[in-house]
């Protein structure tokens, strides 16, 4: 019950800072802006009170602080509470219906991927999900304060954790763990789509579009599908029931896969495995919304056909306040996905500086600044010198800032960025810490510019892993208007960037996250084109008949095809979703749970094997010196070889004395022995050093925990032997 209350106060407090600031919005926008702005705001107002209470010796802090968050929403709600009248949020039938199918939808997808009694995940989510349970489990069975990863103890957090803290905050007010992960996560993917849709009607008064946009966003657009069809001899195999509707797998799953060009990150598996990335796109898209609507004005119908109606002379200069309101919104959003945040920036920077209207007036200066930083950049990349790369990002886009509207810009950028850098420092390591790197065309294979095959490559590539979706966009960008193109543009800023720059250490893991918020603003044009081409055949031409009833025809034949191939790898995707091996979460593994629970402190640290993505510690909300995946460790940008090198020394010790040596300094309370410590592949195990020589302080035939201070103390208690 007092979950059920957090979630209401958050969403109601934030429903009324939306309604405060854009009330001219439509209702869903509004509703859907406040599902993402709930739980930022409440997340950080709970973390920080949390976080004091914990500095001013309060245990079980995150307890502490949730009641914090719970009572200053209150205080909110009921300054507010004139702007939370039911005439304000009148919603018709068919929205409620449209709605209700999302949320249905999202509720189902997020259900695929960890639920059940006993819990159980699914092997396609499986390894990035450990890594979010045990942080939001730091929070809810630990005291995470000051926060640190839990699979590196010792060293602040360089992990973007704040919706793993709102998880955690929600399990420890009392809501089951699947659920702490999967209603937040169905609410923020049912706002994407009311986002994404609200966008689309926005720009072009269709509802049409919205709905392929929509439909473009929950299916994949990639020609996986040939992947599935090459399983079989013949096409009538490939069609049988059996075969398809107990698909286990999804049909490529690139970079993971060997000579495999077709990427995993265009099926639903990211939001899945990051339910961080669901939050912050809603964030993002809702803060774009509300820029471009300022942006572009109103839309409108022209004759036949939806046009963009932007009058050059006419804007809607959006008003300082709201322009604060949604740089702090965006800002504060960076410890939820500091990737988002930033390719979200190009994106407004670019996207503020088209809509201008200085276009004309600025060629000049905006050429020299593009020019100068287009040969900085090419000097840097012959020269591999990322400093003078850095430069030139910074030059041209401090220029299209600088060159735009710089006053109505500046009330959002300047609040996002004193917000953002801080969080930028500290999740980064600090002031020395880089988390930027430069690579040449993504994911495709030994791409060069000074390679004319490249450019084959690269188009071959985005072939497959757009589909259809690439040629609807360019084909809207020739039959749309100014208005539209400028938007591209600044969509397209986006793929530039991606292609160009690596936010992190890791090229695929990272930056996919570039290319879902690309891919999911370039489906709106996609959605465009194929309307156009739908009502271009169904009018046909003025004369003759004849050519009218052939491009009728036409019409029927080509826009049924065009949507099968473009939906036709995310319904596949569906039966993997659907069909997705399931494991139990905990396991055998309760015993030793509860024990650590109830026995440990809640800051305590365990030596385990390393590489074992879900270990009994990280479980139970406690840390581990060094765990899971060695790529997750590394990508962050901590030191993980000498800690392998540390517990391999340690588990191989020939006595306890040395073992006790080894053991200054990494604080570590309790050492781990089981199977995977006993059987693994990085290092041998002295099994005969622990079991008489260390204090035994659990057993149950599966895991024992041996108390490493109270062994290493030099007035240790005598050990009774087969304890």
């Known amino acids: ?233 013949s096409v009538l195999a490939a069609l049988e029931p059996h075969n398809w509707w107990n698909l286990d797998k999804y049909t490529a799953i690139g970079p993971y896969q060997a000579d495999e060009p077709i990427s995993i990150f265009w099926t639903l598996n990211p939001y899945l495995t990051q339910t961080h990335l669901i939050v912050s796109m809603a964030i993002v898209l809702f803060v774009s919304y509300a820029i471009l609507r300022h942006l572009r004005g109103s839309g409108g119908v022209t004759g036949d056909r939806p046009e963009s109606l932007v009058d050059e002379n006419r804007r809607w200069p959006l008003p300082r306040a709201q322009a ?61 010198s990322d400093q003078l790369r850095e430069a030139a990002l910074a030059l041209l886009l401090g220029g299209l800032v600088l060159l735009g509207p710089i006053r109505q810009s ?114 709106l044009f996609a959605a465009y084109g194929l309307v156009w081409i739908s009502r271009t055949l169904w009018n046909g031409f003025p004369t003759p008949r004849r050519l009218r009833i052939a491009s009728r025809i036409g019409a029927v034949a080509v826009i049924p095809a065009t949507c099968v191939g473009l939906v036709l790898s995310g319904l596949l995707d569906y039966m993997t979703l659907k069909n997705d091996p399931r494991y139990e979460v905990f396991g055998d593994w309760q015993p030793a749970l509860s024990w650590i629970e109830h026995h440990t402190s809640r800051s305590a640290v365990f030596l385990t094997a390393y590489g074992d993505v879900y270990t009994v510690p990280t479980l139970a909300g406690r840390r581990v010196y060094l765990g899971g995946f060695s790529t997750w460790a590394f990508g962050m940008g901590y030191d993980d070889l000498s800690r392998q090198h540390t517990i391999a020394s340690i588990y191989a010790a020939p006595n306890r004395t040395t073992a006790c040596q080894r053991l200054r300094g990494t604080g570590v309370d309790y050492i781990q022995i089981s199977d995977s410590e006993l059987n693994n592949d990085h290092f041998h195990t002295n099994d005969k050093l622990f079991l008489g020589h260390f204090i035994r302080v659990f057993f149950d035939g599966h895991i024992t925990y041996y108390d490493a201070k109270a062994s290493c103390t030099p007035r240790r208690a005598t050990i009774p032997r087969g304890f």
């Open 410 to 523: 500046l009330p959002f950028f300047l609040p996002a960025g004193a917000l953002a850098l801080p969080q930028m420092v500290w999740l980064a390591g600090g002031i020395g810490a880089k988390n930027l790197s430069f690579h040449n065309g993504y994911l495709v294979e030994n791409f060069s510019f000074l390679s004319p095959g490249s450019y084959a490559n690269f188009i071959s590539y985005w072939w497959l892993n757009l589909g259809l979706v690439g040629p609807l966009i360019i084909l809207a960008a020739l039959v749309s208007h100014k208005a539209d193109r400028k938007l591209l543009a600044a969509i397209m800023a986006i793929f530039i960037f991606g292609n160009l720059v690596v936010l992190g250490n890791d090229v695929g893991g990272h930056n996919h996250k570039v290319f879902n918020l690309w891919e999911v603003l370039v489906n």
């Open 1 to 233: 019950m007092l979950a059920i209350l957090y979630l209401l106060l958050s969403f109601l407090a934030a429903l009324v800072i939306v309604q405060r600031w854009f009330s001219a919005f439509p209702a869903l926008v509004r509703i859907s802006g406040a599902v993402a702005v709930s739980i930022l705001v409440t997340g950080w107002v709970n973390f920080l009170a949390a976080w004091l209470l914990h500095s001013l010796g309060r245990d079980d802090a995150t307890f502490s602080g949730a009641l914090v968050a719970m009572l200053i929403n209150l205080i909110i709600i009921a300054v507010g509470w004139r702007h939370l009248r039911p005439v304000f949020f009148r919603i018709q039938r068919r929205e409620i219906l449209g709605v209700a199918a999302a949320l249905a939808l999202s509720l189902w997808i997020m259900q695929q991927r960890l639920s059940g009694d006993p819990l159980r995940v699914s092997f396609n989510t499986w390894g990035d999900t450990a890594l979010h349970i045990g942080i939001a489990r730091s929070f809810s069975q630990g005291d995470n304060f000051p926060p640190v990863l839990p699979i590196y103890s010792g060293e602040p957090i360089r992990y973007h954790f704040g919706f793993d803290f709102y998880a955690g905050a929600l399990e420890r007010v009392g809501l089951p763990l699947e659920w702490a992960f999967n209603l937040p996560a169905a609410l923020g993917f049912t706002a994407i789509m009311v986002l994404v849709f609200a966008l689309a009607y926005h720009l072009w008064r269709r509802v049409s579009i919205g709905i392929i946009a929509v439909v473009l966003f929950v299916t994949n657009g990639s020609l996986a599908f040939l992947r599935y069809f090459h399983r079989y001899p």
């Open 324 to 384: 604060v309101v949604l740089g702090i919104i965006a800002g504060a959003s960076f410890w939820i996905n500091g990737i988002l945040f930033v390719i979200s920036m190009v994106f407004v920077c670019v996207l503020w500086y088209v809509y201008s209207g200085q276009l004309r007036r600025m060629r000049w200066p905006s050429s020299v600044v593009v020019a100068v930083s287009a040969a900085a950049f090419i000097v840097g990349a012959f020269l591999a």
